[in-house]
């Protein structure tokens, strides 16, 4: 089967898909593709997707990207999280440290040239990981952004070359904190202080009143994707 003839039947997929439960799309999912793995950030609906995902396939890879710049209260939820779980994160690791990343680059680049700075310390790894797969899946939702409000259950991602989940992509943000309180799911603390998304720590900032959800993130500038989903 050539690349065409596969994103073809994805979409036919993404058709049939779009009324299933989160639960459903990862059953078919992690039967239809067992080489997969689950990219998680430790947000709200990434945390939902461990809870789901453990209780469907418990031996299926989960990493995260640790980019050295996160808050420790993502970190301590990660800790909390594998032991509540019995599991193991995989952690993707930029290649260079973020000594050598401001010797070769400058201090703070993130604020001089976030777009390189996400490069380095994000996209790069996640490349890296994803090549070792045949599909992943994220906790991208629709209502999030501009950018996510045309993503379907199921795509081919022609940005990494492999087939794309997207089990919450209908929900909104009350279905997510609904699951998450029926099923006494730990999350990050943050969210709890006006953090609905949160990325490194220099990057993000608590989001105001009436402010747009992702408000905080690389605020006052123009950047609103870290690259991951574009």
Known sequence: MNLLEKEELIKVKAIELEEATPEEIIQYAVHTF?????????????????????????????????????????????????????????????????????????????????????????????????????????GIRRDQAPTRANAKKIEYDEKFGLVKFNPLASWTSEDVWNYIHTHKVLYNPLHDRNYPSI???????????????????WSGSEKTECGLHQ
């Not at 080489?35 to 299926?60: H, W, Y």
């Not at 220099?202 to 009143?209: A, D, F, N």
């Open 34 to 138: 067992p080489n997969l793995t689950f990219a998680c950030s430790f947000g709200a609906e990434d945390v939902v997707l461990v809870d789901m995902l453990q209780k469907i396939s418990p031996s299926s890879d989960v990493f995260y990207l640790d980019t050295d710049f996160h808050f420790q209260e993502t970190y301590d939820t990660r800790d909390q999280m594998k032991e509540k779980y019995n599991m193991d994160f995989v952690r993707v690791s930029p290649l260079i440290t973020p000594e050598e990343q401001a010797a070769k680059h400058g201090e703070e680049l993130w604020k001089s040239d976030p777009n390189t700075c996400c490069g380095i310390r994000k996209v790069e790894p996640l490349t890296r990981i994803l090549s070792q797969y045949d599909a992943w899946i994220t």
């Open 199 to 217: 990325g490194c720590e220099q990057c993000t900032r608590e989001v105001l009143p009436d402010e747009d959800p992702r408000a905080g993130r």
